[in-house]
């Protein structure tokens, strides 16, 4: 879409600049502090791309923080598009993290895959074509590792229609022409498909989409937000639901941003599903992903090893470094071969052959579990059914978790009984929401007492 790296003065691709996406998109950067209190809220050591950077922005994160921290509901949303059945390490990172939220939060998690986006963006591909994709890519993500009593994948093809519907004609309603035109930069020559999709993307994040999981009381669902694990390329869709979110009075969808994995020829290169040399496919095998690396990873080693060992490696550049970061846990171990690189002590073939082993080791696992996935959990992921989740285990208040059948609105916990315990902790946050309510309307009469005051 509309973030890609540029090409410099030298000819050169340059590295995106996230700071400034963050400034022209008006997200907000993941500080310390967020960080800090994800912890404090969760009991759970960020994730590796959060405590470097590599999940780097967010929207509204803080709220879902809130909900979390007193058993309000909340959901999580993802998605792909099935362009091709070549999946690349890069496409598993936003995965990989949305499974590390899923095992914090407790929490249900739909995984659309837009079929027809990747079918109208598209010159040449057939509906036929995408749809295959379509059921390969599933496999991969559930190699990833979800768990299929809380995660509802669907297919927009199979999926539209009923509540999703009526959600996407609500929201392609709120949107004209004039501002699809401002967000994605369409013109007179667009087709009127690619025009609507964004309608069918930002529909997604509404619970209501989905009764099979949250129930059909809309006064509920229209309450219960998403938050959306992407890389930042998609926010343009969702800076379009909020707006129309809060203007139809249902809940807005928070986000938290991926960077991009570059591509192994280096910063500011994309990896390609159709290019072999751009990327580590999840298919490849041990021997192709060392010959990858070894012929292809851009290097920040200098020329000659005299002159490496004098001056150093350069790990903002080098793309086996780039890598570790992605994917070495260890935050010792990595900031040990950093200091060893750029000192000139750990040269390119050391720095290279860490980075095989650890990609081989996180495509091996991959496989083992794609190698399990059949038809039969396919059609179990895919299947309309409720899911069950338990949320945030030391909340105060227990809200609504497993909803039995379709129809059950999202009701008062498990058996829909609340514990002694749990009713003290409710009227005491009924009392203090009461008093909150109590000084806001104060305020307000004040101030509208001021307002009367000067127009007289
Ligand atoms: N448009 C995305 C793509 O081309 C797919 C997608 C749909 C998505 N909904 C999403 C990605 C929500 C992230 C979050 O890949």
Known sequence: MLVSGEVGDDGVMKAID??????????????????????????KKPHRFLRRGIVFSHRDFELILDRYERGEPFFLYTGRGPSSDSVHVGHTVPFEFTRWLQDTFDVPLVIMLT??????????????????????????????????????????????????YKNIVRLSKHITLNQARAIFGFNDSTNIGRIHFGAIQGATSWASSFPHIFGTDEKKTSAIPALIPCAIDQ????????????????????????KFLDALQGPGTKMSASIDESAIFMRDSAKQIKNKINKYA???????????????????????????????????????????????????????AICIKELQTYVAAFQE???????????????????KWAGNPRAPIVVPQVVQGGDAAAGEGGDGKLTKNQLKKLEKQRQIDAKKAQKAKEKEEQAAGAGAGKEA
């Open 18 to 43: 996230y700071t400034k996406l963050v400034q022209e998109f008006g997200t907000k950067m993941i500080d310390k502090e967020l960080l800090e209190r994800f912890e404090r809220v969760t009991g």
């Open 115 to 164: 079929d027809d986006e990747k079918y109208l963006f598209s010159e040449k591909r057939t509906i036929e074509e995408v749809q295959s994709y379509c059921n390969s890519n599933v496999k991969d993500i559930i190699a990833v590792g979800f768990d299929p009593a809380k995660t509802f994948i669907f297919s927009d093809f199979e999926f539209v229609g009923g509540a999703f």
């Open 235 to 258: 926010d343009p869709y969702f800076r379009m639901t909020r707006d129309v979110s809060a203007r139809i009075h249902y809940a807005k969808p928070s986000l938290i941003h991926a």
């Open 298 to 352: 851009f290097s920040g080693g200098k020329v000659t090893v005299e002159e490496h060992r004098e001056k150093g490696g350069d790990t903002s550049v080098d793309v086996s470094y780039a890598y570790l970061r992605f994917f070495l846990e260890d935050d010792e171990e990595l900031e040990r071969i950093r200091v060893s690189y750029e000192s000139g002590e750990l040269l390119t073939g050391d720095l290279k």
């Open 369 to 387: 579990r794609r190698a399990k996935v059949d038809d039969e959990q396919v059609a179990l992921f895919m299947g309309t059914r409720p899911l």
